[in-house]
Structure formats: C-alpha cells, structure tokens
C-alpha cells in the first residue's frame, strides 16, 4: 500500500528552542534541530544561559561549527540574576516566547560522566509545558 507522506510533525516543531552550553550533548541536540528545520521548516532558536557571560563568542563560534550556513537561526544570552537559575531561564524563555518543544542535551559540562541525565535537563523536563526532547 502506498501511503502519501503527511507532515503532521511539522506542527509539533514549528519553533524549537535549543539551550546551549557548549557540551557535546548539547550540540548534537542542536544537529537534531537542525535537521529538523531542514526536514519540516521549524524555526530555531539557541538559548546560551550564562552567569558571567565571558565565553560568549566561544559559544557562537562551536553553534556555528555544527550549524554552519544550513538554516537560519536565532542566538540568545540570558544572564543568569542571583535569584534564578539556567533551568528557571530556559522555562521562562519557553514561557514567554510561544515555543513548541525544546531539545536539549541530556547533561552538560559536569566534570562527573557517571551522571546519566543532568539536574537542568531533569529540571526542564518534569518542569516544561511544551514537548522536551533530551538527546545523548
């Protein structure tokens, strides 16, 4: 049976937000929106949360490694406030911008490899009110 191909996905992921932290996991969540926004048109936007913000163009410089000149995307830089944190910042970005999922890897730059999810990507994901995809 042939069956016309339908993109029914492509509204689960019309706006994707990808945090950013310059680890391996977090960069091949970026790979997938990518691909994502190549396959059903989805917007991008990479969210760097920082507390000192001295390793910005660092940041930028590895997004644009793995993204290159394929899609268009967006940077944003939230400073971390002394009473927050990058898991409160990455929900209320999601919250106040309309995003549709959020892909994000499963742990950052911890030093302890033995951790198989990290507490922001855990954080996120019990705490998010749009589809969370956590990638390894």
């Given at each position: 049976m042939n069956y016309e191909p339908t993109y029914t996905v492509s509204l689960w992921f019309r706006?994707?937000?990808?945090?950013?932290?310059?680890?391996?996991?977090?960069?091949?969540?970026?790979?997938l929106a990518t691909d994502f926004s190549l396959r059903y048109g989805s917007k991008v936007s990479v969210l760097y949360?920082?507390?000192t913000c001295e390793d910005i163009e660092h940041i930028r410089k590895k997004?644009?490694?793995?993204?290159?000149?394929?899609?268009?995307?967006e940077f944003k830089v939230i400073k971390i406030?002394?009473?927050?944190?990058v898991s409160n910042e990455i929900l209320r970005t999601v919250n106040e911008d309309t995003y549709d999922?959020?892909?994000?890897?499963?742990?950052?730059?911890?030093v302890n490899s033995d951790i198989n999810i990290g507490?922001?990507?855990l954080s996120v994901t019990a705490n998010a009110s749009v589809t969370v995809i956590i990638v390894r």
């Amino acid at each position: 049976m042939n069956y016309e191909p339908t993109y029914t996905v492509s509204l689960w992921f019309r706006k994707i937000l990808v945090p950013i932290d310059g680890s391996e996991n977090s960069l091949r969540a970026l790979e997938l929106a990518t691909d994502f926004s190549l396959r059903y048109g989805s917007k991008v936007s990479v969210l760097y949360v920082c507390s000192t913000c001295e390793d910005i163009e660092h940041i930028r410089k590895k997004v644009d490694e793995r993204v290159g000149k394929k899609i268009e995307y967006e940077f944003k830089v939230i400073k971390i406030q002394k009473e927050s944190s990058v898991s409160n910042e990455i929900l209320r970005t999601v919250n106040e911008d309309t995003y549709d999922a959020i892909l994000l890897g499963s742990r950052g730059t911890s030093v302890n490899s033995d951790i198989n999810i990290g507490s922001v990507a855990l954080s996120v994901t019990a705490n998010a009110s749009v589809t969370v995809i956590i990638v390894r």
